[in-house]
């Protein structure tokens, strides 16, 4: 009996853990920087300057306010920035990733029971609350040489951290892990997690954030400056889904994570696909694998975070503004394998550059539900919710399913998701709105001969020939959406 118990624990630890990330598997996630977001007042007017670094008065409260907004692009979870008390310079605390005291709550943000509040009423839509944890380091305002480590909760002394040095080396995995983030001036200390007494520390703190917030995911924070065998206790810890920052463009070593932790962010198709749809440049075969790294080097691509835009990153529209470019972007993100993360302000097309300029506050857009890009993000919401609930009966779900690419030339991508009957066909380009209008010939479209498909934006219907060939018209540079007209049946879309 004994025995028996001893062999089922861990077996029980890994369902929930599986069920978990399961659950996420299929949400779709708008990201909120919480100072930028919402006021407690809902007003809508200056300062917050472009660029202003500083709180800006965005809080929890006010999120719980602006659901129907976010519930209504059809996103039915939320990330938002991390909860704990931060350093007393501003310029640095508005953002949440320079903690001092992580038993304590970021009282910009609000009180515990406004957050709490903000979980319920998530839990209420079925949304899922995300929170970003930093465990990496804390932060120090003042110089490196004399930090004050009597300042930290709870790692009130120095034998909790690594000793004084800074990552010049970004291709040296000891200095990663082990150096500091931040400068001589306002130094972000790197906690020694590799000292059990740290990690200790971690986990008891982890599984009560969860339990006190009712939190259902988490976000790590620059993962990849911690080890790797830190993350399966504090995942377990944390006993729900979690998704890593490794910001690398290196597919096999961001992927590498997911050994240790349930998912990573989407660094890789990242910086490939804002690079192709950025430069209007041509495809190379090189680009073409990068598109599909992820499949074949990540343990679980249906886990991996997908995303074009963050807070970290200058926003696309800073690159160009033309919107074909952008929507097959989005498109790409949000219908290829992985969970779409949609950054807040991208649905209003903002077009702040690098950091700080990226972190507009949302209400000055004056949360316009009729903008383009809002109803595009919930027209892809909606295919990709349609795609996964005409799957589930099949045993590969189109969530599992891979993409594979069907075709591919200079400019465009075909791809094609989901099981043999219920596929998604996605084609891609990098044209741009002023390009003409053009038919691409796909010899071998993945839908049996004679399927009769339909154009999910135009509502247009075309035969698949033959051979499986199927000719699609792109219309000024836009994305392409096609899917089995059958299984419109009952769904109202396209008259069906
Ligand atoms: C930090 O060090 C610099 C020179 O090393 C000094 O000028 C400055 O006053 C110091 N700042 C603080 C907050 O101690
Ligand atoms: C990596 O960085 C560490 C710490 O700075 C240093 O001791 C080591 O020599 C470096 N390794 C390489 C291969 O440069
Ligand atoms: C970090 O912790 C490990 C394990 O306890 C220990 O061996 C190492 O000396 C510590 N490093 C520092 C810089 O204190
Ligand atoms: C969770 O709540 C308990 C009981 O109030 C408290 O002791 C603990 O410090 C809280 N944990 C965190 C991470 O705030
Ligand atoms: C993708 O795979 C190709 C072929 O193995 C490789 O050359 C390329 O560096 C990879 N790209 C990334 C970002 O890892
Ligand atoms: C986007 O294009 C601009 C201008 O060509 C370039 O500076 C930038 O590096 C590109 N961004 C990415 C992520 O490729
Ligand atoms: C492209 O097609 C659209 C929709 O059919 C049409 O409105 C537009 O005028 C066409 N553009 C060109 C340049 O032919």
Redesign the pocket.
């Known amino acids: 009996m004994f025995l028996r118990i001893l062999c089922f624990l861990p077996l029980f630890f890994s369902i929930i853990l599986a069920a978990t990330a399961t659950q996420w598997r299929s949400r779709s996630i708008y990201q909120i920087l919480t100072d930028r977001f919402a006021r407690t007042d809902g007003s809508t007017t200056a300062p917050c300057e472009p660029g202003y670094e500083g709180f800006c008065g965005g809080t929890w409260y006010g999120i719980s306010q602006k659901l129907d907004y976010i519930q209504g692009m059809g996103f039915d979870a939320i990330w938002i920035s991390p909860v704990v008390e931060q350093v007393s310079n501003p310029t640095r605390a508005y953002h949440g990733y320079c903690a001092k005291n992580i038993y304590s709550l970021n009282e910009n943000f609000g009180s515990a029971e406004d957050l709490k509040s903000l979980s319920m009423a998530l839990h209420a839509r079925d949304m899922y609350l995300m929170v970003d944890v930093v465990p990496n380091h804390m932060a120090f305002d003042g110089n490196a040489t004399d930090v004050d480590y009597s300042t930290f909760h709870p790692f009130n002394d120095r034998s909790f951290f690594h000793n004084v040095c800074f990552i010049t080396d970004w291709t040296n995995v000891t200095q990663i892990q082990q150096c500091w983030l931040g400068g001589e001036v306002n130094p972000l200390p790197d906690l020694n997690t590799t000292s059990p007494k740290v990690r200790t520390e971690w986990n008891t703190w982890i599984r009560s954030l969860v339990a006190n917030y009712s939190i259902d995911g988490i976000r790590v924070d620059t993962a990849q400056n911690i080890e790797q065998s830190f993350f399966p206790d504090f995942s377990k810890a944390a006993g729900v889904f979690a998704l890593g920052e490794v910001a690398s463009?290196?597919?096999?070593?961001?992927c590498n994570y997911q050994s240790f932790m349930d998912g990573i962010l989407g660094y890789?198709a990242y910086?490939?696909s804002v690079w192709f749809f950025n430069n209007t440049q041509a495809l190379s075969y090189?680009m073409l694998?990068?598109f599909?790294?992820t499949s074949?080097?990540c343990r679980d691509t249906s886990l991996v975070g997908e995303f074009m835009e963050n807070h970290d990153k200058p926003r696309f529209p800073s690159y160009t503004s033309d919107m074909s470019l952008v929507k097959n972007n989005l498109a790409y993100i949000m219908l290829k394998d992985g969970i779409p993360i949609v950054y807040q302000g991208q649905e209003q097309h903002l077009n702040g550059g690098t950091d700080p300029f990226n972190r507009e506050a949302i209400w000055l857009s004056g949360y316009n539900t009729d903008a383009e890009l809002y109803k595009f993000i919930k027209q892809l919401n909606a295919i990709r919710k349609l795609a996964i609930s005409k799957a589930s009966s099949i045993v590969t779900s189109f969530l599992t399913s891979k993409a594979t690419v069907v075709y591919y030339d200079a400019h465009n991508v075909a791809f094609s998701k989901g099981p043999a009957g219920a596929r998604v066909l996605t084609v891609i380009n990098n044209n741009g709105a002023k390009a003409g209008n053009y038919t691409l010939s796909i010899p071998r479209s993945g839908y049996t001969p004679r399927t009769e498909v339909v154009e999910l934006f135009t509502c247009t219907r075309m035969t698949i020939g033959r051979s499986g060939n199927l000719a699609v018209t792109v219309v000024e540079g836009k994305p392409v959406v096609m899917y089995s007209y059958s299984l419109l049946r009952g769904t109202g879309w396209c008259g069906s």
């Open positions: 463009y290196y597919t096999q070593y961001a890789p910086y490939t090189n694998y990068d599909l790294n074949s080097l």
